[in-house]
């Protein structure tokens, strides 16, 4: 019958080989069907790999589980059989993490890191006891267990440095690190250590090492970009993305040592000890266990290439480390297309919105094309999804709506009304039919719709906006910014007492944030306030200080034209009109590259008033036409944003008229 088994496996890897997964699966069934009993390990080999095909090739997660369950049954009664037991507990966790029972995964993991724990040193205990921290770790995240996320990655951590092996020891450092950025707020300096932590493990690395570890590259560019674009380092961010538009532009694979033929001697000489050496029970009984862990190696090993020749693993995959620790952080497309994403964040601020517009029109076809194939239509809701898709079509989902989101940012600050509302549509119509996946994202999306009624001049709903942001976020930075936001449309109605109460709280606790956002945005709308109330040495001080780190920091054109054309209102009534004067063509120029109307207007008006103040007639009447063709402009941009269908119910969206909406929250 072993013969027959060996016959129905070479077959099924045929079938395989030619992409007939289906027929592989048949093949392989008939043996756990048969009516005559193969050996228990023949049976547990043979669903392990059905269980293996079903996950790597279908969506039949159920399927695979109780194959695994039935061979983990079986196991109990078979001695040693190390190599198969991990397996089983591996495949057994991922069965789990997609079906959504986090307990069981646990529960599962758990055993199999004590199995592996128990059985002494060598690489392979190793390699599997950090499979399952890895994966345990993972669980804990998803659960929001983050502090036992990171004890069980650092104790990852220790078991690989004690084994030497940098390449898994920089496995889990990334990982702490990406657990410790989740965590931003509660404590920036653990991140900025762990972040030079990751460094100096890298660079222990062998250069020679490196370039099989691409996937772990990746994701440490990525984690390093992510870091230097919360701290506004857009120098560093940038510097960052060029390597990993290398990294990922390089289609060939990271070579690999020639596992297969190395596996293969091993198991040949481990053979020939059994055939040939006379020896004591018990030494007969290692060398078996060892020829057995050799020989699943190898299994493992022959299947991967496998899956490599099919163009389904490595060439459409961003492994961490080497098997089994070869999941993946994303999956490359969206890899891809995050990384689109944090090119348009670093390019936006500096107003460079063509190239701009490039990477989220790139990452917004990479990540369609991926819903696509995940059968994610324009008529499917999260209802209609079967848990296994959940986390993979949330990251596709979380990706589209941040991109959507810089899209519509660029279309506001642009002037062009008519696509904020279809860019604005689009995301209400995905959270709408993705609403748990995308909870944690309604903080965004009325914050964006606090700037479209802020633009559009609709103040009050504006400030509502701002307060459903504030409340929807666990940020502090997030919530600062409603803050200010608000208050800035507080000032546009005339309301200093309101607006006074929300930014005085963010002006106190301003070097408190990490970064510079929140620092220049509150010295900014402060400033405004205090020339408003007539403090004007005051105001002249906040505003000159936010300039200069808005300038030196952050680099952001936008609120740089603001400054500038706040700062020369002040000089021209502070009657410095040589000052006024240039300060002002310098801010009409960044608001004219910007096509950014409103802005435009806000220097126009106060180039009126300048050239009035310095009896230039000629100046001024050329100034208050060039003004009014700009005012007309705007009237009709906003005119027909206005009468569009979309206008009430982006405006009205969650809107309950109240007041106090901050002090709620």
Known sequence: METVAEGLWSLADRWEEEGRVGQAIKCLEAICQSHVSFLPITDVKTRLRIASLLLLYTDNVSQAKSHLERAQLLLKQIPACFELKCRAYSLLSRCYHLLGTIPSQKQTLKRGLDLAMSLGEGRSYVLWACNFNLQLANALTT?????????????????????????????????????????WEEDPAVVEQNMSRCESLWNVIPVDQRQACKGLYVYKLLLQTVFSLRICDYKEATYHLGSLDAALADNGEPAIPNEQQNLQQQLNYVEEQMKHASMSPGMLSDLRRQYQAVQCQLDLSIQQSRGNQLGLTNSGRLPLGPAPLDEEWLPKGAVLALVDLLGAMCMRPKGMYKQCS?????????????????????????????????????????????????????????????????????ILDYYTRF????????????????????????????????????????SKGMQAMSQISAALSYICVGDLSQALDLIAPVYKDMDSYVGVREKTSVLFVSGLLQMKQNNLQEARTRLATGLTITHKQLGNHQLLSQYLTVLGSMATTM???????????????????????????????????????????????????????????????????????????????????????????
Not at 449 to 462: F, R
Not at 622 to 628: Q, T
Not at 650 to 662: D, R
């Open 143 to 183: 659960e929001g267990d983050y502090q036992a996320a990171i004890k069980v990655l650092e104790s990852g951590l220790e078991t690989s440095r004690g084994a030497l092996l940098p390449d898994l020891q920089m496995v889990f450092a990334t990982s702490v690190l990406h657990v410790n950025l989740m965590q």
């Open 358 to 426: 490039k990477r989220i029109e790139s990452g917004l076809s990479r990540v369609h094309e991926e819903l696509g194939r995940l059968g994610v239509t324009n008529d499917v809701s999260e209802a209609d999804l079967q848990h296994w898709a959940i986390w993979i079509v949330g990251i596709y989902l979380v990706l589209l709506l941040q991109l959507l989101e810089n899209k519509a940012i660029i279309n506001l600050t642009q002037t062009d009304l008519l696509a904020t509302q279809e860019a604005l549509v689009q």
């Open 435 to 474: 609403a748990t996946m995308l909870q944690g994202f309604e903080s965004n999306i009325h914050s964006l719709l606090g700037h479209y009624a802020h633009t559009m001049g609709c103040y009050q709903e504006a400030v509502f906006h701002f307060g459903e942001a504030f409340k929807m976020t666990g």
């Open 575 to 665: 009657r410095d009109t040589a000052q006024a004067r240039d300060i002002l063509k310098s801010s009409f120029t960044l608001a004219k590259a910007l096509h950014d109307l409103p802005a435009q207007l806000g220097v126009l008006s106060e180039l009126t008033v300048l050239f009035r103040e310095l009896g230039e007639t000629s100046k001024q009447h050329e100034n208050a036409e060039y003004e009014s063709r700009k005012r007309e402009e705007l009237r009709r941009c906003i005119g027909a944003a206005r009468d569009s269908e979309h206008h009430l119910r982006l405006i009205q969206y969650g809107l309950v008229f109240h007041s106090g909406t901050f002090d709620e929250a």
